[in-house]
C-alpha cells in the first residue's frame, strides 16, 4: 500500500476565493448555513475579502446565478445554500429537482466545484435540524466539501 499514490485535499483556504451563493426563500435556515459555512472557511484560512454572498430569491433562481459566478473566473469555488421544504403541491419536488441539477450542471460544465448545501426537508422542523442543531450544520458541511474538492482539483 506504500507505494499507492494518493490524492487528497488539504483543508486550507487561505489564498483562495469563495462565493456563497444564498436563497432568500426560507431566510431563517438559510442564514444559519450562511452563518455556518463563513465561520468553517474563515477557520480555515479563508480571509473576508475573499468571500462574497451573492443573494437570490430562491432555489429555482440558484444555478443561472451559480452559472454566471462560475464563468466569471473570480472564484476558486462556489458554496450553493438554501431551503426547500416540502408543502402540500407537488411544487416542492420540481423546484428541488431543478435546483439540484441545474447546480450540479454548472459544476460539470464550468470545472468550478459547487458544495451542496441545498437542504430539502419534508418540514421546517428537518430543516432546523439541519440548520446547527441536531443534525449539525449543512452549511459547514457544503464548504468542507467544497474546500477539498477545490483542493484536490488544484492537484490533479
Not at 98 to 115: D, I, N, Q, R
Given at each position: 500500500m506504500?507505494?499507492?499514490?494518493?490524492?487528497?485535499g488539504?483543508?486550507?483556504?487561505?489564498?483562495l476565493?469563495?462565493?456563497?451563493?444564498?436563497a432568500?426563500?426560507?431566510?431563517?435556515?438559510?442564514?444559519?448555513l450562511?452563518?455556518?459555512?463563513?465561520?468553517?472557511?474563515?477557520?480555515?484560512?479563508?480571509?473576508?475579502?475573499n468571500l462574497?454572498?451573492?443573494?437570490v430569491p430562491g432555489?429555482?433562481?440558484m444555478?443561472?446565478v451559480?452559472?454566471?459566478l462560475?464563468?466569471?473566473?473570480?472564484?476558486?469555488?462556489?458554496?450553493?445554500?438554501?431551503?426547500?421544504i416540502r408543502?402540500?403541491t407537488?411544487?416542492?419536488?420540481f423546484?428541488a429537482?431543478?435546483?439540484?441539477?441545474?447546480?450540479?450542471?454548472?459544476?460539470?460544465?464550468?470545472?468550478?466545484?459547487?458544495g451542496?448545501?441545498?437542504?430539502t426537508t419534508?418540514?421546517i422542523?428537518?430543516?432546523?435540524?439541519?440548520?446547527g442543531t441536531k443534525?449539525?450544520?449543512?452549511?459547514v458541511?457544503?464548504a468542507?466539501?467544497?474546500?477539498?474538492t477545490?483542493?484536490?482539483?488544484?492537484?490533479?
Amino acid at each position: 500500500m506504500n507505494q499507492i499514490k494518493t490524492i487528497e485535499g488539504h483543508f486550507n483556504a487561505a489564498d483562495l476565493k469563495f462565493a456563497i451563493l444564498a436563497a432568500r426563500f426560507n431566510d431563517l435556515i438559510v442564514e444559519r448555513l450562511i452563518s455556518g459555512a463563513v465561520d468553517y472557511l474563515i477557520r480555515h484560512g479563508a480571509s473576508e475579502e475573499n468571500l462574497t454572498i451573492v443573494r437570490v430569491p430562491g432555489a429555482f433562481e440558484m444555478p443561472v446565478v451559480c452559472k454566471k459566478l462560475a464563468a466569471s473566473g473570480n472564484y476558486d469555488g462556489i458554496v450553493a445554500l438554501g431551503a426547500v421544504i416540502r408543502g402540500g403541491t407537488p411544487h416542492f419536488d420540481f423546484v428541488a429537482n431543478e435546483a439540484t441539477k441545474g447546480l450540479a450542471h454548472v459544476s460539470l460544465e464550468s470545472g468550478v466545484p459547487v458544495g451542496f448545501g441545498l437542504l430539502t426537508t419534508d418540514n421546517i422542523e428537518q430543516a432546523i435540524e439541519r440548520a446547527g442543531t441536531k443534525a449539525g450544520n449543512k452549511g459547514v458541511e457544503a464548504a468542507a466539501a467544497l474546500l477539498e474538492t477545490v483542493r484536490v482539483l488544484k492537484l490533479l
